[in-house]
């Protein structure tokens, strides 16, 4: 089984609807990651989450939500969808110890378009 | 601020031909360096690090070397496969950031038979 999955892997949706998109890990990692790809724009972070009662912005947070539900569990969501934010999202995380920080772990990542 | 710049794609080589993709930083404290690479429908993966100057990272028959003076962490391979075909990231992390990883764009790799 894979250690970071994400929900749903593809999602089709209209402007101005509520998307939520779920990342689970069963590598008992602390820290959690959501990062959106864009083409010829590499990776960008949303927000991060260091544990439980921790969050934190990234660089791109606008228009997107995040929630912490457990250790292993980190919510995505769009709370009204616009055009611009089609496009491929990652989850990752990273672990305990100052070298473990050092790599993280990705999910297979989400393809999200709105239309 | 921190940034990674990698040289841009796509990269069209035959099999067995030898790789370099150029990756030059600028961070406003001490990174580590890391190549990351995403094959086809899959998340990124990391390929290799190095955390001080003058440390070779290498795996799978791919080397980078940090490069204090010149700020640079080109990813090599002598000898190209097929199976290597994939996109590749740079990316940086400045200790004690709160930011965790900086990535550059990314260079996609298509190796041919």
């Known amino acids: 089984d894979a250690d970071v999955t994400q929900t749903p892997r593809n999602r089709i949706t209209k402007t101005g609807k509520r998307i939520m998109l779920e990342c689970s890990q069963t590598k008992g990692h602390d820290r959690m990651y959501w990062y959106r790809q864009d083409p010829g724009l590499g990776l960008r972070l949303i927000y991060y989450s260091f544990d439980v009662k921790d969050i934190n912005k990234g660089e791109i947070s606008d228009g997107y939500s995040v929630s912490r539900q457990a250790q292993a569990k980190f919510s995505l969501s769009l709370e009204s969808a616009i055009p611009n934010q089609t496009a491929l999202y990652f989850c990752a995380t990273s672990g305990q110890g100052a070298r473990s920080y050092n790599e993280q772990f990705f999910g297979p990542g989400t393809r999200l378009t709105v239309l | ?113």
């Open chain 2, 1 to 113: 601020g921190d940034s990674v710049t990698q040289m841009e794609g796509p990269v069209t080589l035959s099999e067995e031909a030898f790789l370099t993709i150029n990756c030059t930083y600028t961070a406003t404290g001490y990174p580590s360096l890391f190549w990351y690479v995403q094959y086809p429908g899959e998340g990124l993966q990391l390929l290799l690090k190095a955390t001080k100057a003058d440390d070779k990272g290498s795996n799978k028959g791919f080397e980078a070397t940090y490069r204090k003076e010149t700020t640079s962490f080109h990813l090599e391979k002598g000898s190209v496969q097929v199976s290597d075909s994939a996109v590749y990231f740079c990316a940086l992390r400045v200790s004690g950031s709160a930011r965790q990883l900086t990535f550059g764009s990314g260079t996609q790799l298509t190796v041919l038979p």
